[in-house]
Structure formats: structure tokens, C-alpha cells
């Protein structure tokens, strides 16, 4: 679960400013004011919440590029005070129009890394694997290992 907050970074010139955060990290900023507020990525944590942020900024921006086009917003891609890069995914009228982008945010970071997940399993089972046959591969415990990457408990 995630909460959208009021936040006091420093050097953020808005009327409104709000961080959307989960487990104590910042994942996107919202700036402006009623009727008009922008939803964008964060590069930094929070001055005084003491909240970090999120550190694949990479994996962050392209699931922002990713929600912004399935909104048919304009994106832009910016750079802070920092040259650091982040995304402009889409605007909105109110606060609660945010919590839509926010959910749609990290269900695709979600999404993503079980992805990565998967492919680190199966180049592992490319790795153990000993002939062409394309059979599960043993790990432990009752563990084997499948050519798609699923690991699958058979028991002891």
C-alpha cells in the first residue's frame, strides 16, 4: 500500500507539493495547485520525513514512459537541478486523480520485476542445465528448476 503526503522539499517552487511514498520510499512527486497538478517521478528523497527514494531511477522512468502513453498523456522527460533525469507522466484536477497513476505505477514496477526474476531464472537454468532435452533441472530440497524459469516444489 501506498500514501500520498504533503511534503517541504526544499527548492520546489508550487503552490502544492505532495510525494507518494511506500515503505518510507518516494516513488513520485505531485506539484501545482487545484485544476492543475502534475504527477511526475522523483529523483530525490524527502528533506525532513526523512524518506529516501527510489533507487533504480532507470526502472522508474520507463514505467512512467510506460503509464504516461497508456494514459495518452504528453510526457516529458526533464532533468532536475541535479541533471538528473525524471518523468513528467500526465497532469490532473485534483489530489485523488493521482492514486489512479500511482496504483497503475507500481503494479508495472511489480510486473517488471517478476519479469527480471524470471530471466534470472533461466539463464541460472541454462547455466545447470546438462543436455538439450529440455527437462527440469534439480536444485535442492525437493526444488526443480524448469527451462521456462518456474520453480516448481516436488518434494523430498
Same mark, same amino acid.
Given at each position: 500500500? $501506498? =500514501?500520498? !503526503?504533503?511534503?517541504?522539499?526544499?527548492?520546489?517552487?508550487?503552490?502544492?507539493? $505532495?510525494?507518494?511514498?511506500? =515503505?518510507?520510499?518516494?516513488?513520485?512527486?505531485?506539484? &501545482?495547485?487545484?485544476?492543475?497538478?502534475?504527477?511526475?517521478?522523483?529523483?530525490? &528523497? @524527502? =528533506?525532513?520525513? &526523512?524518506s529516501? $527514494?527510489?533507487?533504480?531511477?532507470?526502472?522508474?522512468n520507463?514505467?512512467?514512459?510506460?503509464?504516461?502513453?497508456?494514459?495518452?498523456?504528453?510526457?516529458?522527460?526533464?532533468?532536475?537541478?541535479?541533471?538528473?533525469?525524471?518523468?513528467?507522466?500526465?497532469?490532473c484536477?485534483?489530489?485523488?486523480?493521482?492514486? *489512479?497513476?500511482? @496504483?497503475?505505477? $507500481?503494479? #508495472?514496477l #511489480?510486473e517488471?520485476?517478476?519479469?527480471?526474476?524470471? =530471466?534470472?531464472l533461466?539463464?541460472?537454468?541454462?547455466?545447470l542445465?546438462?543436455? @538439450?532435452? &529440455?527437462?527440469?533441472?534439480?536444485?535442492?530440497d525437493?526444488?526443480?528448476?524448469?527451462?521456462?524459469? !518456474?520453480?516448481?516444489?516436488?518434494? *523430498?
Open positions: 500500500m $501506498f =500514501d500520498i !503526503k504533503r511534503s517541504k522539499k526544499a527548492y520546489i517552487e508550487s503552490a502544492e507539493h $505532495f510525494v507518494v511514498v511506500r =515503505d518510507g520510499v518516494v516513488y513520485l512527486r505531485i506539484v &501545482g495547485e487545484e485544476g492543475n497538478y502534475k504527477i511526475m517521478t522523483a529523483t530525490a &528523497g @524527502e =528533506d525532513y520525513h &526523512g529516501n $527514494f527510489f533507487k533504480n531511477q532507470t526502472a522508474l520507463e514505467a512512467a514512459l510506460k503509464i504516461s502513453a497508456s494514459l495518452n498523456a504528453n510526457f516529458r522527460v526533464k532533468s532536475d537541478y541535479h541533471n538528473r533525469d525524471y518523468v513528467e507522466i500526465s497532469s484536477e485534483y489530489i485523488s486523480d493521482a492514486y *489512479r497513476v500511482a @496504483e497503475m505505477l $507500481f503494479v #508495472e #511489480e517488471k520485476a517478476e519479469s527480471r526474476a524470471n =530471466d534470472e533461466q539463464s541460472l537454468y541454462s547455466e542445465v546438462i543436455d @538439450e532435452s &529440455g527437462s527440469d533441472v534439480y536444485l535442492s525437493g526444488m526443480w528448476l524448469s527451462s521456462d524459469g !518456474k520453480l516448481k516444489d516436488r518434494g *523430498r
